[in-house]
């Protein structure tokens, strides 16, 4: 579904991407784990369209993706980013509506309908105003945002970033109803032990550069992981 080849990307002079070469099969969530400044957040921009590229290349179901964000959406793909980024003087309801500019009518009601199935907690704080949502709640209002479009890959960065360890557990739950839902994951976290456990393929960066990939099952067995990401 998503093929990256050789991807280089700068900020001025100072290179954050080099060479990165990932790709994701339709229905799996792959991880993309490191420190940070290793490059993460800039690989995701690079696809949803906020980060121009230096070099390489960037094919979504077989086709170079647009260069616009807007088109990029309507090509299937979202960018739900790191901080949540809600709009705290909406309420939950039009958080959402805004989420789904794509669709008007009948469509729009019904990708709502699936949003608070998949989101209770959000059909109940429907009326109140994003900024007085608890953290965990806004993430989950970022991602039922993003979901709004009807995706078939969502890029998510750092979800579980501030979030208490009960409530990163629910957001985990989360990603893998959406991954049941057909819709492809690409995962930037810096709990490395949360993201290998959940993803099919995974990917190390560091300095820009992709240090290590296999499955989840073999980071987390690999030594040099352990050490740098699971604390031995």
Do not use: W
Request: some cysteine; charged content about 20%; proline content about 3%.
């Amino acid at each position: 579904m998503l093929k990256i080849k050789n991807l280089s990307a700068s900020y001025g002079h100072i290179e954050a991407l080099r060479d990165v070469s990932i790709e994701a099969e339709k229905g799996q969530i792959v991880s993309i784990i490191g420190s940070n400044g290793a490059g993460k957040t800039t690989l995701l921009r690079c696809i949803s369209g906020q980060v121009k590229p230096t070099t390489g290349a960037i094919e979504f179901l077989g086709e170079p993706l647009p260069a616009k964000v807007h088109q990029i959406v309507k090509k299937g793909v979202v960018h739900v980013p790191e901080g949540r980024r809600t709009f705290s003087g909406l309420t939950v309801r039009d958080n959402l509506l805004v989420g789904g500019y794509l669709f008007k009518g009948k469509a729009l009601e019904e990708n709502l309908k699936k949003c608070y199935q998949l989101f209770p907690i959000l059909e109940q704080r429907k009326g109140q105003y994003a900024g007085t949502l608890s953290g965990g709640e806004q993430q989950m209002l970022a991602i039922a945002r993003g979901l709004m479009s009807n995706p078939k890959l969502i890029l998510l960065d750092e979800p579980s970033l501030g979030l208490a360890p009960i409530i990163v557990n629910q957001v985990y739950e989360l990603i893998a109803q959406i991954r049941e839902q057909g819709i492809t994951v690409l995962l930037v976290e810096q709990n490395a032990l949360k993201a290998l456990n959940i993803c099919d393929r995974a990917y190390v960066l560091e300095n820009g550069r992709i240090a290590l990939s296999g499955t989840g099952c073999e980071l987390l067995n690999s030594d040099k992981v352990k050490k740098a990401y699971l604390g031995g």
